[in-house]
């Protein structure tokens, strides 16, 4: 009798089944918002900035040594390149399935069946036998609804919003050890106006203590002066802690043990950097923390089309080829041959709502998303109109 030609056959179902592939669920689309036509204290003169290393413009060599150093060594960011490292190791795990898996096996065993009230025993058969085994073994699941390549595009979205969050980061180190850097040069300059201070205030109530002696002033203004210089003095060490302070968590952004930080350039010769001209559109299309969101709507809405393709039947083609012989010098003899191949369908017919629970979840997930990336934009400007502001009102302080 003839075999029929099977895998002939489950080739073309899978190829008929490979071009009539379809994707559940939504293909994403980035939400419509209404951002302001421009922030109320954006410089119109302002000069383009963004996208470059910013804290250079300070010009001060030893600002960019230090955050330099903080790149290189903080652990922090260490942590966010392992995360993106992890991310990309999920994505190629789960992006496993659309294509072949492939193993191998061995076995050896030894084996006595039963010869009581065996029908049709044969004695020549040896009892006990040893049995020995090699085969290799292929199986496929084709991902007719896309579950899988849905689950991949998620899979790919936490990977580009890991990234994003590894940016941010960055950015906020950078910023950080700047605005440290800054404001440990503000507490230097501090503490030599407050010892220049208690210097004079000293030779204050020296001289009205000479006064005081001669009958020139009172012992009321004598001990004004002296309150003077007291309050002067007990300024300079509480200026000395929060310069301490600052360099031990210098210090810790740069991945070192706590000590004491070079100087550069003081307050006073530093440049102010210009503020990015296109504010609200640049700020918001390069800011990572309004990526990360984008990126976590897109993974979530992803998911849905996964779980709605548990809706579906699962096809899976399975293929072993290998041998099976008693004796083990026979295991490579062309009798010894074994192989098989087949197809299966399996699909739920009753999951006591786990599928519907699945979908409704995702579906939710995909709201939170949403609203999360909106919160996000949302706070995106209001962090740079805040920081507009305070530049503005900064600078006319410090004219004032």
Not at 55 to 81: C, F, H, M, T
Not at 124 to 137: K, R
Not at 162 to 169: N, S
Not at 310 to 329: E, H, K, M, N, R
Request: glycine residues 8%; aromatic residues 6%; hydrophobic residues 40%.
């Amino acid at each position: 009798m003839r075999r029929p030609a099977v895998l002939p056959l489950l080739l073309s179902a899978v190829a008929c089944a490979s071009l009539t592939a379809c994707t559940m669920g939504p293909d994403y689309e980035r939400p419509a918002l209404q951002p302001p036509p421009a922030y109320t204290y954006s410089p119109a003169d302002a000069q383009e900035t963004a996208n470059t290393t910013w804290w250079k413009q300070y010009e001060d060599p030893v600002l960019d040594g230090l955050i330099a150093e903080a790149l290189a060594s903080n652990r922090n960011v260490k942590i966010a390149a392992a995360n993106v490292e992890a991310a990309a190791a999920v994505l190629t795990q789960t992006k496993a399935p659309l294509y072949p898996q492939v193993g191998y096996g061995a076995g050896a065993a030894r084996q006595k069946a039963s010869e009581l009230n065996a029908t049709g025993w044969n004695a020549a058969i040896p009892n006990p036998q040893d049995v020995y085994q090699l085969n290799g073994s292929a199986s496929w699941e084709l991902d007719l609804w896309g579950r899988v390549r849905r689950l991949s595009e998620a899979a790919r979205a936490d990977l580009f919003a890991t990234e994003e969050a590894r940016r941010g980061v960055v950015l906020s180190l950078v910023s950080t050890v700047a605005g440290n850097y800054l404001q440990l040069r503000g507490l230097d300059e501090q503490l030599e106006i407050a010892r220049r201070s208690l210097a004079t205030y000293g030779e204050s109530v020296r001289i009205f203590e000479l006064q005081f002696k001669h009958g020139l002033v009172s012992q009321m203004t004598l001990e004004q002066a002296r309150t003077q210089y007291e309050t002067a003095a007990a300024a300079v060490p509480q200026i000395e802690t929060q310069i301490a302070q600052t360099e031990n968590g210098l210090s810790i952004l740069l991945g070192k043990p706590p000590g004491s930080i070079p100087r550069g350039k003081s307050v006073r010769e530093l440049t102010m950097p210009p503020v990015p001209a296109g504010l609200p559109s640049s700020v918001l299309e390069n800011r990572p923390d309004v990526r990360q969101a984008e990126q976590g709507l897109v993974a979530a809405n992803a998911r849905i089309g996964a779980a709605k393709a548990l809706y579906f039947p699962t096809i899976s083609l399975t293929g072993v080829l290998g041998a099976s012989s008693a004796d083990l010098s026979n295991l490579f003899k062309g009798p010894a041959g074994v192989w098989s191949y087949a197809g299966s369908i399996t699909g739920p017919l009753f999951a006591g709502g786990a599928i519907k629970g699945a979908v409704r979840q995702s579906e939710a997930g995909r709201k939170a998303a949403l609203l999360a990336y909106e919160s996000s934009v949302e706070s995106a400007f209001a962090d740079v109109e805040n920081a507009l502001v305070s530049r503005t009102k900064l600078l006319e302080e410090t004219e004032a």
